[in-house]
C-alpha cells in the first residue's frame, strides 16, 4: 500500500507543478511569443494534466481492486492457517497412533517371543514325556505278562477252593443226615415218654418241592416286599409297603395266625427287604428312604441306622455278625461295620442295584444284581475290590445263595426264567423255565429262594403260582397255586415250611 501511496503523491506534484507552470508562464509587455505558440503550451499542459488525471484515476482504480485482491489473499492466509492448524492437529493425532501402533508391534513381538521360548518349553517336555510314556508301555507289557501268570495261578487257586468247598459240602451233607438221624431218634425217645419235641430243635434241610397250602393269613397293609425265617425256622419276618416289619410265631404252622407277636417301626418309607442276624436276635431292614436300620427284637427298638444312601435303599444283608451290606437306586453297594455304625467300603457298579447277598463264610465275597442286567461277584478283601461281571438275559429281580455257599448262584429274572450261575466259570449253566404252568414273573423286585440243602429252587409268579425245579438237572417239579393270594412277589424256606408273600398284603405257609 505504500507503493500506491507514492505512487499517487507522484502524479499529484506533477499535476500541481503543470498548473503552476501554466499560470506562471511569461505574460511581458512587448508580447514578443506568439499566441499560437502558448496556446500550444497550454494545450500541452492541459492535456499532460489529463494524461496525469488519468493515470491518477487508473492508479486509483487499480489500488481499489488491489484492496480487494489483498482483503481475498488475507481470507485465504486466514482459512489456510485454519488448514494448517487442523492438518497439525490430524498430524499430531496420527503420530499418537503411530506411537500406539509401534507400542503394540514391540509388545508382539515380545509375546511372539514367549510364545516360541514356551513352545520350545512344551517341545522339550512332550520328548520327556515320550520318553515316559515308552517306559511306562514297556512296565505295563511286564505287568500283562506278570498279570497272565497270576490270573493262572488264581483259576488254579479257585480249582482248588472249588474242590475244597465240594468236600465241605459233602461234609455238611453227611453232617445233616446224621443230624436228622439224631433228630428222629430224639423224637422217638420223647414220643415213647410222652414229652413234645422243642419248639428250638433243629429242623431237617428239605428234599420235597412244597405243594400244599397250609395256613394264609394277612400280614402288612399293603404290598409284602419280603418274608424271611429266622434261623431256627420258628418265626418269620414280613417287609410291607406299610413300613413295618411284622414277626409271626410259625412254630405251629397250621394253627390260626391272627397277629404278629411283634411290629418294628421306625422307617419313614416301605421296607424292602429284611435278614436275620446269625443269633437270630437283630433284624436288618432297608427301607425307601434311603436308610437300613437293625432292630433289637428283645425290646424291639432301632440300635443303629445306617444311612449314606442317596437314593431308596432296595436291598440289605447281613455279611457277619457285625457287618453288612446294602444296595441302592444311587448305583452304590456300601459295606458296614456294625460294631461301628460306619460305612467302611463303598462299591461303584455303575447301575442301580436291585440285590445282593453274602458268598462266602467270612462275609468278603459280596453277590449283587444290577439293573443294566448284570452280576457283579466282589472280593472286598482285595485293594482294588476286583469284581467278576456276570451277564444276564435278561433284567434280575433276586439273587439267592445256598446255605453251604456251595459254587452256585440263583438269579430269577424279567424273562420268566431262573438262571442258575457257575460261579467257578462265572457263566449261566442252566436257565430253569415253566412253560407249562404260564409262569409270569410279577415285579421287579420280585424274590427267589434256595432249599436249605441248595438243591431245589423256588420262584413265585402271577396268579398265586409258584415253580420249583430240580437246580441239578433242571427238572421241572410239581408246583402249587393259591389264586386267592393273588400275585406272589416274595418266597423264603426254612427246613420244614415255604412262605410267600403277595402284592395284597397276604401271606401263605406251604409244606410238602
Known sequence: MSGWSLSTSSILRKIELTAEESRSSP??????????????????????????????????????????????KKDLVSELDDKIRLLQIESDEKNMKLENYQNGAENSEYAIRELKRNHQVLLDEHAALQLAYSQLEKTCENLRTENGHLTKELLRAREQIAEYANAEAI????????????????????????VLPDAKMAYTARSSPPIKKINQFEANNGEVFEVKFSPDGSHLATAGEDKCVNIYNVRNPASRIESPVLTLKGANAAITSVSFSKNGRHILGSSNDQAARVWDLSSGKITQSLTGHQGPVTTARYLTQTSAVTGSQDRTVRVWDLTKTSCIKTLWPGSKCIDVCNGSIDGSLIMSAHYNKQIHVTDIR????????????????????????????????????????DLRQMTVRISLTDFE????????????????????????????????????????????????AGNLISCDWSSRLVATGSKSKTVVLWSD
Do not use: M
Not at 499532460?48 to 484492496?67: D, H, I, V, Y
Not at 461234609?171 to 410222652?194: F, H, M, P, V
Not at 446255605?403 to 430269577?412: I, K, M, Q
Open 27 to 72: 505574460r511581458d509587455a512587448s508580447n514578443t511569443v506568439d499566441s499560437a505558440e502558448r496556446s500550444a503550451r497550454i494545450s500541452h499542459l492541459e492535456q499532460k494534466c489529463f494524461n496525469l488525471q488519468e493515470e491518477l484515476t487508473e492508479l486509483l482504480r487499480s489500488k481499489a481492486s488491489t484492496a480487494e485482491e489483498l482483503s481475498r
Open 171 to 194: 461234609a455238611a451233607a453227611k453232617l445233616r443226615d446224621l443230624q436228622r438221624k439224631i433228630d428222629a431218634e430224639n423224637l422217638i425217645r420223647d414220643a415213647t415218654k410222652g
Open 382 to 421: 482285595a485293594p482294588k475290590d476286583e469284581k467278576q461281571v456276570i451277564s444276564l438275559s435278561g433284567r434280575p429281580t433276586s439273587i439267592a445263595v445256598p446255605e453251604d455257599f456251595s459254587l452256585s448262584l440263583l438269579a430269577l429274572t424279567r424273562n420268566n426264567d431262573l438262571a442258575v450261575i
Open 437 to 484: 404252568n404260564d409262569f409270569r414273573v410279577t415285579a421287579d423286585y420280585s424274590r427267589c429262594s434256595l432249599s436249605p440243602c441248595g438243591g431245589l429252587a423256588l420262584a413265585t409268579g402271577q396268579d398265586g403260582r409258584i415253580s420249583c425245579w430240580d437246580v441239578n438237572t433242571g427238572r421241572l417239579l410239581e408246583g402249587a397255586n393259591a389264586e386267592s
